[in-house]
């Protein structure tokens, strides 16, 4: 498999973290950015979900991309922000404006509660990909579009020209996971969505991953991807059923609530703060997951 194309590798979706004030917290963002790259990722998305995207205006979407810009050119890191709209003709628009803010590729969701037809969602992301200064990565995550897309319109549009790879998150290791993966696309990368899942579908081919846990424990994923690339099956098992556990604690309340509260306990973060809708995670959901998080960072590195 090609491992180190632009968007193969390990990406951490960043979080946004806020000030008791209640606004951006810059510099805590840029320690992040800093943190994920230095322990081994391949690159960071700025504006994804995890980011709490759709609750930020666009002076601070302008603050989060440019910080983010900044650390991926100092580390020589590729940059992935998200993008997009339901509305094609909208789509486009932000994507071109993407030029010139230092991004290497842009994540865009399949349309969500539209609920489109699968020729729909292929004529869409023509349209964006023709309008769009870099490379697409298609997001498909059914649970939150609404949407399941067949393994035959995954590889519609991953012949579309610049569409480069599917940030894939169907929510389990289905036959059309096995049919994607097992019969790759030339030119196209399969990336690990669904944290839980990120062992098996490295396993089973995957090129890389987006992964929320990432922020914790940055260095053993980086590690459960050498392994499964080098064959080293028995520490790839053991590596990724802890990374499992700990990833699905961090999930046992809406992302990133849990995220933010295990790295405000770490001191990385000023506050473990989240906007509404969303709430702050419970004592519990932190501590369990600090917990899980301390025996990863535990576990024996292979020599």
């Known amino acids: 498999m090609t491992w180190h194309t632009p968007v193969d590798g390990l990406h951490v979706p960043l979080i946004t973290p806020f000030t008791a004030e ?22 960071l998305v700025a504006l994804g979900t995890t980011g709490e995207t759709a609750v930020l205006d666009a002076d601070e979407r302008r603050t989060v991309v440019e ?3 900044r650390v991926c050119e100092e580390r020589g890191a590729h940059l992935t922000v998200g993008a997009g709209s339901n509305d094609t003709r909208a789509g486009e628009r932000a994507l071109a404006g993407l030029a010139g ?7 865009v969701t399949v349309p969500a509660f539209t609920r489109p037809s699968e020729e729909g969602v292929v004529a ?11 490379p697409l990565i298609v997001y498909h995550i059914p649970y939150r579009t ?22 894939y998150a169907p929510g389990a290791i289905t036959q059309d996971t096995m049919e994607l993966l097992g019969d790759p696309v030339p030119g196209f990368s399969v990336l690990a969505g669904d944290d839980v899942f990120v062992s098996p579908l490295l396993a089973l081919g995957a090129s890389g991953a987006i992964l929320a846990s990432a922020h914790l424990a940055t260095g053993r994923f980086t590690e459960l991807a050498a392994a499964w690339r080098s064959g080293d099956t028995v520490r ?31 001191g990385l973060i000023p506050t473990a703060e989240v906007r509404l809708p969303l709430l ?5 959901s932190v501590s369990r997951s600090l917990r899980l998080l301390t025996e990863v960072e535990g576990t024996v590195t292979a020599a």
Do not use: Q, W, Y
Not at 280 to 284: E, F, S, V
């Open 67 to 69: 910080v983010c810009a």
């Open 146 to 167: 609404g949407l399941p897309l067949s393994v035959d319109a995954l590889r519609a549009l991953a012949r579309i020209p610049g569409v480069a790879a599917v940030k």
């Open 101 to 107: 803010t230092g991004a290497s590729a842009a994540l």
């Open 236 to 266: 790839a098992r053991d590596l990724g059923h802890a990374l499992a556990r700990m990833s699905a604690a961090l999930f046992r309340e809406p992302n990133p609530a849990v995220v933010k509260g295990v790295l405000h306990e770490r």
């Open 280 to 284: 702050p995670a419970r004592p519990d």
């Open 22 to 43: 209640g606004t951006v917290a810059a510099d805590a963002l840029e320690a992040l950015a800093r943190a994920a790259l230095d322990a081994g990722a391949t690159g």
């Open 124 to 134: 869409h992301f023509t349209r964006l990909a023709a309008a769009c200064p870099v």
